[in-house]
């Protein structure tokens, strides 16, 4: 495998992903920080629970739960709130502005029993019964799987753990950039889950590709297949996570010649656009690097997913994975990969949107919502709001969350 190769892989992967802004020196321990998800729950005052879910493939899947609000009455019956995270992202996304804040929190305090869901891949979805994902014979099979899979397959297994565990028939649901995808993917192809969500908010909600806005990002997404076929041969099927034989690790491919900070904990000597992306930044320009460590990296995924996305980048669509046209045939009866019918979604869905955004843009957002027979648009009321401020923005909380609670009290 040559650096030249690996750089490719990386650098597509990370821009895809719109993730990669901090690059760590020490992936295995921001791995381990991400990995913590109810300990840094408790620390902050809360209640929380680990629960362990197997999919219908096999995966093992960590979800971590906050019941309640440190001072909630134990007995009260809640509604469930299921939270997916995004590109190599994990279910620490959704705490890691802090109790005051954070999403997670905030509708936790609003009365609701909060579920953070983790996918495939993963530092907490890195098990399965019978692959082990650090043997590089395993590690094929273990990694061979797209948003589509976390969105057939993990979602809906944790949908139902938590409907069976609470009691409930129906939850709400919260996904960010993937998980909005994957929500749009189980919605689609799985119409009967429909019927167990009450309400979904889906925050910068990645689906449409049509006018797709970042144009560096298009032109390389045209060497997709080829960078997935180069890695699949070379035995690379991992960007991040937790290492392992057939991981690629980014920071050391980067760090010689990208400006960006080393340390994802350090960001003082950061200045302009870096820093912006090296952590929260409010408008009054403060900002916590430990968010962007918990969203920006060490969470894992398969090269797989990004090649998915970059062939919708590709090709200007949602639709199913790009196979080529004889495996397309014997997978799908056709020879071209069909696309995702978002007419099917019958969920009460709200697409939250900032024109800010450079991995999204307004007209694909109000096309999606317009073939959704139940859904409506909100744009954020901040132009310069991009994809990740939705969850580490200081004003993420008075511009979306307060929203999505009141939306969720009153449905």
Known sequence: MTLKLTTSIVVLCIAISGLGAVIVEDIDALGALVSNTAAYIHAAGYPSETHQVVTEDGYILQMHRIPRGPNSDPGRARTPVFIMHGLTATSSAYIAVGANLSIAYNVVDAGFDVWLGNARGTVNGRSHSKLNPDNNRHASDFFDFSFEEIGMYDIPAMIDYVLDHTKNEKLHYIGHS?????????????????????????????????????????????????????????GIYEISG??????????????????IPTSALDCDHASGDMAATCGVV????????????????????????????????????????????????????????????????????????????????????????????????????????????FI???????LVNDYVVKALLSA
């Open 392 to 398: 580490i923005a200081a004003d993420a909380k008075e």
């Open 242 to 259: 937790g290492g392992g034989p057939v991981a690629v690790r980014s920071e050391p491919v980067l760090a010689d010649w990208m400006p």
């Open 282 to 389: 409010g408008r009054d320009g403060s900002r916590n690097s430990i968010a962007s460590a918990f969203i920006g990296g060490g969470g894992g995924a398969s090269v797989k997913q990004f090649a998915h996305f970059g062939q919708n980048i590709r090709d200007k669509k949602f639709k199913r994975f790009d196979y080529g046209l004889l495996k397309n045939l014997a997978k799908y009866g056709s020879t071209r990969e069909p696309a995702y019918d978002l007419g099917k979604i019958t969920v009460e869905t709200t697409l939250h949107y900032t024109v800010g955004d450079n991995l999204l843009h307004e007209r694909d957002v109000l096309a999606m919502a317009a073939d959704m027979p139940n859904a409506r648009v909100r744009r954020i009321a901040r132009d310069d709001f991009t994809h990740n401020d």
């Open 178 to 234: 993937q998980g909005c995808s994957t929500f749009l993917v189980m919605t689609s192809m799985l119409p009967e889950y429909n019927e167990k969500i009450i309400t979904a908010h889906l925050l910068a909600p990645v689906g449409y590709m049509k006018y797709f806005p970042d144009r560096s990002l298009s032109l390389m997404a045209r060497t997709t297949n080829m960078l997935y076929s180069m890695a699949q041969s070379s």
